[in-house]
């Protein structure tokens, strides 16, 4: 990654500034209408509760599952996200590491994407 924005910040590769942040706003009002800051919040497997506190692992799975903008469908719900948050196999991936990273995001296509 490091290299990756060297790269850019030097410009030998093309970043198009606009694109990307008209790509990040769109993203972040899709995740706002349709979930709220609540999709970053934690949840207790015995409930629906959702914690009032941001939880990083929760961010990136969901940010990136949502950066695609096919995933961006107005028939997922915050039930469905909370649903996934309270399950095992996700909750076994929640430490950093690209392996656990590509693993939330692989079990939340595979339970949204039916």
């Known amino acids: 990654m490091t290299q990756y924005l060297e790269e850019v910040t030097e410009e030998k590769v093309f970043f198009d500034y606009k694109k990307e942040e ?6 972040v009002s899709y995740i706002n209408e349709n979930f709220g800051s609540e999709i970053f919040g934690g949840v207790s497997k015995n409930s629906n509760n ?3 506190v941001f ?22 719900t915050l039930e469905d996200i909370i649903n996934i948050k ?7 991936s929640r430490t950093g590491g ?7 995001i ?8 039916v």
Not at 98 to 104: E, P, T
Not at 106 to 113: H, M, S, T, V, W
């Open 50 to 52: 959702i914690r009032k």
């Open 22 to 27: 008209d790509d990040f706003i769109n993203l």
């Open 98 to 104: 690209i392996d656990n990273v590509k693993a939330r």
């Open 55 to 76: 939880v990083q692992y929760n961010f990136d799975g969901f940010m990136l599952y949502f950066s695609d903008k096919k995933n961006q469908v107005k028939e997922i």
């Open 86 to 92: 309270k399950q095992d196999e996700y909750l076994s």
């Open 106 to 113: 692989n079990f939340i296509k595979a339970c949204l994407e």
